[in-house]
C-alpha cells in the first residue's frame, strides 16, 4: 500500500460507518474506523424495521444484533391528520428492534473489529487534505494527534458532514426542524398494547413520536418548526411538556410516567449532498442526507448507504477501471433515495395540511412533492442494482396499485411482454462488485430496472407470460432463481405490468 495507513479509512462508526468498514474488511481490505467517544447522536432512540434483518444479515451483523438481546419492534400505532388509531403490526416472523444510537454502535463496531477493521476509538477528525496520491488525516485523541493515510476515505460522520460540507451539502430552509427529546419510565409497562410498538401522532404545529427502549422506558421526541421555537436561553423540559400537550393520545399516555434526567434539543432539518461521491471520497448516511423520522427507516436507509458505499469502494479498489462507474454508481443511488423518500413523505404532509389547515404543514407538503417530483430520470441512468434495501429507483406507487387491482380483477394473467420492452446493459450490483448488467427498459420506464423487492425482474418477465396463474408463475421463479415471498412477487409484477414490461394479452 505504499506509504499509506489502510486502502479505506472510514470516518464515523454508526450504522453506516460499521457497515461500510464490515464490508470492506470481510473483502479482505485494510480498513481504519475513525469512532469518536461518544456518538454525536448516542442517546437517540432507534426504531428499526424487521426488513432491516436482510441488510444486517448480509454484513455478518444479524447474529451479533440478536445477541445483543434488544427490546423487540412489533409495528406502529399511528394518530395521523385526526384520524383513528391505525395499528400496523409487522407481519408473522422475526422483530425488528428498539434501542438508543449508543447501545446498536457498540454491536456493530464490534462486528468490525471481528472482521479485522483498525477501529481508532476516541478519535475525532480535525482536518484532511488530499493531494493526488490520496488523503491526509489529522485525527485527535486524549493521547495526541494522529495522521491516517489513505486513498479512499469514506465519510459517515452523520450530521456533522466533517468533510460532506465541504463537498457541498444543501438544506431545505423550507422546513427547518427542531426535535425535543425526553424519557419517561412507567413502572409496570405501558398500556393498550405499546409496549413494543413506535408511536407516532400529528398536530397542527407539527408531531411527536415515541419509542420504547425497554418494557418501561419510553423515549419521546416531539418535532418544530425551529425557527419559531424560542429556544434560546429556554427551559427544554417545558418546550417538549409543551409540545406532548398539543397531541391527544402521546402526551397524555404517560399518565403514571416519571420522567428520567432533562429534555435535550437536537437539529432535525433536512438536507442533501450536492455530491455523494468522486474518485477517493464517499459521502454515506447521514452525512450525505437526512430525512425526516416519519417512519423506522433512519437505522435501514444508513445500513444500506454504508453497504452501497462498501460495494462501490470494493469495486474501485479491485477493478481501478471501473472506478469512476462505481461512484457515479453510487452518487446516483443515494440520490434516488434522498428523492424517493421525500416523494414517499409528501402524502403524510398533504393529509395533515388538509386536516390542520396549517402553514406549518402546507410548507412541508409543498417541500416533499417539490423534492420528490426531481431527480428520478438522473438517477436512473444508473440502473437499479440488487435490492437488498427495498429502496431502489421503481415506479410510481399509485401506477403500481392500478396494476395490482387490474391483476386481482382478472380471471386470466395472460400476461405477453410489452411493445416497448427491450434488455440493455446498465451498471448494477453483482455481488459485491458494480458490474454491467441487464436491465429492463420501456417507453413508460426509460431509466431501466432490474430488481424489485428482490425479484429479478428478467426472470419474472420470462416465466409470467408462461402461466395463467400468479401462484403457478411464482412457483416457476422460485425454481428458476433465489426464491422469493409471494407478496413480494405479485409487487414485482405489478411493477412490471405499470413500467411496460409486461401487458394483458386477450387471456
Known amino acids: 500500500m505504499n506509504s499509506f495507513d489502510h486502502e479505506v479509512v472510514v470516518l464515523g462508526a454508526g450504522p453506516a460507518g460499521s457497515a461500510a468498514a464490515t464490508l470492506l474488511a470481510s473483502r479482505g481490505h485494510e480498513v481504519g474506523l475513525v469512532r469518536p467517544n461518544e456518538p454525536p447522536a448516542a442517546a437517540l432512540a432507534e426504531s428499526v424495521p424487521p426488513s432491516a434483518r436482510r441488510i444486517l444479515d448480509e454484513l455478518g451483523m444479524l447474529d451479533a444484533v440478536d445477541r445483543a438481546g434488544f427490546h423487540p419492534n412489533q409495528g406502529n400505532i399511528v394518530w395521523w391528520a385526526g384520524e383513528a388509531s391505525r395499528r ?129 422506558l419510553r423515549c419521546f421526541t416531539a418535532m418544530i418548526d425551529q425557527r419559531s421555537s424560542g429556544l434560546t436561553g429556554a427551559d427544554v423540559s417545558a418546550m417538549l411538556e409543551i409540545e406532548l400537550a398539543k397531541t391527544r393520545h402521546i402526551g397524555p399516555g404517560r399518565e403514571g410516567a416519571v420522567a428520567e434526567g432533562a429534555a435535550w434539543a437536537c437539529p432535525a432539518s433536512l438536507y442533501s449532498a450536492t455530491r455523494f461521491a468522486r474518485p477517493g471520497l464517499l459521502v454515506a448516511g447521514d452525512a450525505g442526507s437526512f430525512i425526516d423520522p416519519l417512519s423506522s427507516f433512519g437505522v435501514k436507509k444508513a445500513l444500506s448507504s454504508g453497504w452501497l458505499a462498501g460495494v462501490a469502494t470494493h469495486t474501485a479498489l479491485v477493478d481501478p477501471p471501473m472506478a469512476g462507474v462505481a461512484v457515479g454508481f453510487f452518487d446516483a443511488r443515494e440520490r434516488e433515495v434522498y428523492r424517493s423518500y421525500r416523494a414517499a413523505s409528501a402524502p403524510f404532509f398533504e393529509a395533515a395540511a388538509a386536516r390542520h389547515g396549517t402553514t406549518y404543514w402546507a410548507r412541508r407538503a409543498e417541500a416533499a412533492r417539490r423534492a420528490g417530483a426531481t431527480g428520478s430520470a438522473e438517477v436512473g441512468a444508473t440502473g437499479a442494482g440488487q435490492d437488498l434495501d427495498g429502496i431502489a429507483p421503481t415506479m410510481p406507487e399509485p401506477e403500481v396499485l392500478r396494476a395490482f387491482d387490474e391483476i386481482r380483477s382478472r380471471e ?82 405489478a411493477t412490471a405490468f405499470s413500467a411496460g414490461f409486461l401487458e394483458h394479452g386477450d387471456g
Do not use: K, M
Open 88 to 216: 400496523e403490526d409487522f407481519s408473522a416472523g422475526e422483530p425488528g428492534l428498539h434501542t438508543d444510537r449508543a447501545a446498536l454502535e457498540a454491536v456493530l463496531v464490534g462486528v468490525a473489529r471481528s472482521v479485522g477493521v483498525r477501529v481508532y476509538d476516541g478519535a475525532r477528525v480535525r482536518s484532511g487534505e488530499e493531494a493526488d496520491d490520496g488523503w491526509r488525516l489529522r485525527c485527535e485523541t486524549d493521547s495526541g494527534t494522529t495522521t491516517v493515510r489513505a486513498p479512499w476515505v469514506i465519510d459517515a460522520t452523520g450530521r456533522r458532514g466533517v468533510l460532506a460540507r465541504a463537498e457541498g451539502r444543501v438544506g431545505d430552509t423550507s422546513t427547518t426542524t427542531l426535535a425535543l427529546v425526553g424519557r419517561w419510565r412507567r413502572p409496570g409497562g405501558w398500556p393498550g398494547g405499546q409496549a413494543h410498538h413506535t408511536l407516532v401522532e400529528s398536530h397542527a404545529e407539527g408531531w411527536a413520536w415515541s419509542v420504547p427502549l425497554d418494557g418501561e
Open 412 to 493: 386470466s394473467l395472460a400476461a405477453v411482454p410489452g411493445d416497448t420492452l427491450r434488455v440493455v446493459e446498465r451498471p448494477g450490483i453483482d455481488g459485491h462488485r458494480i458490474a454491467p448488467r441487464e436491465h429492463l427498459v420501456s417507453d413508460a420506464c426509460p431509466y431501466g430496472l432490474r430488481y424489485v423487492r428482490g425479484v429479478d425482474l428478467t426472470v419474472l418477465v420470462a416465466v409470467a407470460p408462461r402461466h395463467a396463474d400468479v401462484p403457478d408463475g411464482w412457483s416457476e421463479y422460485n425454481r428458476r432463481a433465489a426464491p422469493v415471498t409471494l407478496p413480494d412477487y405479485l409487487t414485482a409484477l
